[in-house]
């Protein structure tokens, strides 16, 4: 499906510039469990899938930059003089936002033309926003020799995220895009930014996305407003971050937390915890273990930190019900997207069936399965 991708990009580049891009390969991302721990500076334990953002970029002859979504078929012209935050939700505000931060640090960008696209399904918690401001950084560090770090790229991204996209996202989804290996997923802790690479062997078990197709509203309000509660709790119990906070901490303020947000706050310290004992399984191969790992943060995101969805909690509970997949969650910021599953491969086609029967059933409206395998970081393509 790649190759075929650029193929596309590189004809519709000749196509509007009449010249040869530098092309970049910038992968979506999933997250074996922790969630909402790396604003906390805390533990995840991500990997690179199979789908991906590829941005073609080369000069321009003219002042003007002009970015083409591939895609969707937009294109849209800007001057390095004059850039801005858009209205939220749309795909410029990565552009200008990477441009910016760029700026910010001083990076000799002149105007340059850009096509891109990919098959990360949108909205579905895959982050190709990250793999798209990825994929731009790289390509505009390697066509103007910026002679930037893959750390200081990611922050480039992080940043074009929060102060153009508006969401305070952590660095867990740009540094699985940019760092990844192939077949491996990456345990890192996002205080040092050190991470570890393990190789995973699922052996007669199946990656398998099921994506419910909703985005609920407020999604990301909701986020914002989780990570500034989290902040709050930290600075209640006097830690740096809640990646330092034990239960005991948490105990002792009780009295100035509601009960709900107390909730919030246990299940990011107990989530922290979750994702050791989830490398824990996968140096020990035990994959039921991970499974059941899983399954319990999804209890902690639908019932403690309230970030889940009736289609999430649906697909999640069917799971349960079916012997074969032996670990289900919710995965990413929540409130529609995909779930993660663990499914035996010689049921992936019956349970695939049957998931996708009941889905439209319950909800009237389709869900749309895909079996992922782990891919490599952000690279050039020759
Ligand atoms: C989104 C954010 C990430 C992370 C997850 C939740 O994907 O972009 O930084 O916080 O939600 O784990």
Same mark, same amino acid.
């Given at each position: ?270 989530? &922290?915890?979750?994702? *050791?004992? @989830?490398?824990? +399984?996968?140096? $020990? !191969?035990?994959? /039921? ?51 993660? &599953?663990?499914?035996? *491969?010689? @049921?992936?086609? +019956?349970?695939? $069936? !049957?998931?996708? /029967? ?25």
């Amino acid at each position: 499906m790649n190759t075929h991708l650029q193929e596309h990009i590189v004809w519709r580049f000749k196509r509007e510039f009449d010249t040869d891009p530098i092309l970049v390969k910038a992968p979506g991302r999933i997250n074996l469990i922790g969630e909402h721990t790396d604003y906390n500076e805390g533990f995840v334990f991500p990997a690179a899938i199979d789908r991906c953002i590829i941005a073609a970029v080369q000069k321009s002859k003219s002042d003007i930059c002009c970015a083409i979504a591939d895609d969707a078929n937009e294109q849209f012209n800007f001057s390095l003089h004059e850039i801005r935050p858009f209205a939220k939700g749309t795909w410029k505000n990565y552009i200008v936002g990477v441009v910016a931060e760029l700026q910010k640090i001083g990076a000799n960008i002149t105007p340059f033309n850009l096509v891109f696209a990919g098959d990360i399904p949108i909205g579905a918690g895959l982050s190709s926003s990250a793999a798209l401001e990825n994929s731009l950084v790289f390509a505009l560090n390697a066509l103007f020799n910026l002679k930037l770090s893959r750390k200081e790229m990611i922050f480039v991204s992080q940043n074009a995220e929060h102060n153009y996209a508006k969401v305070r996202c952590g660095i867990m989804d740009m540094y699985a895009s940019m760092f990844a290996k192939e077949n491996s997923a990456l345990f890192l802790d996002c205080r040092t930014l050190e991470s570890t690479d393990y190789e995973l062997d699922l052996g007669d078990y199946q990656l398998v996305l099921i994506n419910t197709n909703v985005k609920h509203q407020l999604s990301e309000s909701a986020y914002n407003h989780r990570r500034l509660l989290c902040e709050k709790a930290a600075v209640l119990m006097n830690k740096p971050a809640l990646r330092d906070a034990h239960e005991e901490d948490l105990k002792k303020i009780n009295a100035e937390l509601s009960a709900a947000d107390y909730q919030k706050i246990l299940y990011v310290i107990q989530e &922290n915890r979750r994702v *050791k004992e @989830a490398v824990q +399984s996968i140096v $020990e !191969k035990d994959l /039921i273990g991970l499974g059941k790992l899983m399954y319990k943060t999804h209890y902690g995101l639908q019932k403690q930190y309230k970030v889940s969805c009736e289609e999430l909690d649906y697909l999640v509970n069917q799971c349960k019900q079916t012997k074969e997949v032996i670990g289900a969650r919710m995965m990413g910021g929540g409130f529609g997207g995909c779930t993660l &599953n663990i499914v035996a *491969k010689p @049921a992936l086609k +019956s349970f695939s $069936e !049957k998931i996708a /029967i009941d889905y439209k059933n319950r909800f009237n409206s389709a869900c749309s399965i895909y079996s992922v395998e782990l891919s490599g970081g952000t690279h050039l393509l020759s």
